[in-house]
């Protein structure tokens, strides 16, 4: 069974640029969260979306935003991009919305701001 | 809303020696608590969970973590650790709403020395 796949791994934009990450979710999960990882500030939540729905939404601004298609796979797109943008955006897979069960992470998609 | 503290940021340890990292967590209502690992240039591997039941939880590799409601605490232990178990570990907490997001703590470096 094929893991959750993020791509580009990598990626270099500078200020005021945009850029779109995708996550393919494992067959059969209908559940993608994204989360930002810096060392200065750990992984933060960014979204849930199930069933093509965002069904959670952390603190960040609205620059940031994603949607999920109809075959569960995910993108996410930050808009006029700040130095602060420069992170890993780990996208995690599960079978359903909830807690309860695990996450799948991919190897996450490292984003440099220029 | 929940929080997770990890209160150590790094904690080395000599290979086949015991470890123990902590995790505590904020909460006014039930939780779940997750233990997840990442491997260097890799996404977060869950290591096990405490959904209910036994307050002593078994994961993979040979760690296991006890919940304790008192105390608020979730804390991870490994008897002997080996070289292969450097990695960065992650304490996160989860409300029992089926809508709740997953709330990560700001991690662990655990470095072996052989």
């Known amino acids: 069974k094929a893991g959750v796949t993020q791509t580009p791994r990598y990626l270099i934009k500078t200020r005021g640029q945009q850029v779109t990450l995708s996550c393919s979710p494992i067959?059969?999960?209908?559940?993608v969260s994204w989360y930002q990882q810096t060392p200065g500030q750990g992984l933060q939540f960014l979204f849930e979306?199930?069933?093509?729905?965002?069904?959670n939404k952390g603190n960040f601004p609205g620059r940031f935003s994603g949607r999920q298609f109809s075959n569960s796979r995910s993108e996410m797109n930050v808009s006029t991009l700040e130095l602060g943008d420069s992170a890993l955006y780990l996208c995690?897979?599960?079978?359903?919305?909830?807690?309860?069960?695990?996450?799948?992470f991919g190897e996450g998609s490292r984003l440099t701001v220029l | 809303a929940q929080s997770v503290t990890q209160l150590d940021s790094q904690v080395p340890v000599f290979e086949e020696a015991p470890v123990e990292l902590r995790c505590n967590y904020s909460?006014?209502?039930?939780?779940?608590l997750f233990w997840y690992v990442q491997y260097p240039n890799q996404g977060l591997q869950l290591l096990l969970k405490y959904l209910s039941g036994s307050t002593l939880v078994k994961g993979i590799n040979g760690f296991e973590a006890e919940f304790n409601k008192s105390q608020t605490s979730f804390h991870l232990r490994k008897p002997s650790v080996h070289i292969s178990d450097t990695a960065e570990y992650f304490c996160?907490?989860?409300?029992?709403?089926?809508?709740?997001?997953?709330?990560f703590g700001s991690g662990t470096r655990l470095s072996i020395r052989p």
């Open positions: 067959s059969g999960h209908r559940s």
């Open positions: 995690a897979s599960s079978l359903k919305s909830g807690n309860t069960g695990e996450l799948f």
């Open positions: 996160a907490v989860t409300a029992y709403s089926s809508a709740s997001k997953i709330i």
């Open positions: 909460s006014s209502v039930s939780v779940y």
């Open positions: 979306y199930f069933s093509e729905t965002q069904r």
